[in-house]
């Protein structure tokens, strides 16, 4: 997973790869497992960034929003490429 900040502060992007974690994971002990941290540490953290857990099932908000945000994102990152009469995407790793 490719996270692009938006400016060197420190506190936006640990909130940023917080609020990654949890929306890839789903939970927090699954996302705390991906940053590496305790869940109490991400649990600090979630309460420090005011990042909005358990998400609401409904709305801009939601879980299916934030999954559908983040399938936006990778197919964004693929390209077509044209084999014969049909279009296929291809992924295309980005360096």
């Not at 506190?11 to 002990?29: F, N, P, S």
């Not at 305790?38 to 099932?57: S, V």
Request: aromatic share 2%; net charge positive.
């Amino acid at each position: 997973m490719r996270l692009t900040l938006e400016s060197l502060n420190l506190a936006a992007a640990e909130k940023k790869l917080c609020d990654e974690a949890l929306t890839a994971a789903g939970t927090i002990v699954d996302a705390a497992r991906l940053l590496g941290i305790t869940r109490h540490a991400l649990k600090r953290r979630i309460i420090k960034h005011q990042i909005e857990w358990p998400r609401p099932k409904f709305g801009p908000n939601s879980l299916a929003a934030a999954q559908a945000a983040q399938a936006a994102r990778v197919l964004s990152t693929q390209t077509p490429s044209v084999t014969g009469p049909t279009a296929t995407l291809k992924a295309v790793p980005r360096d």
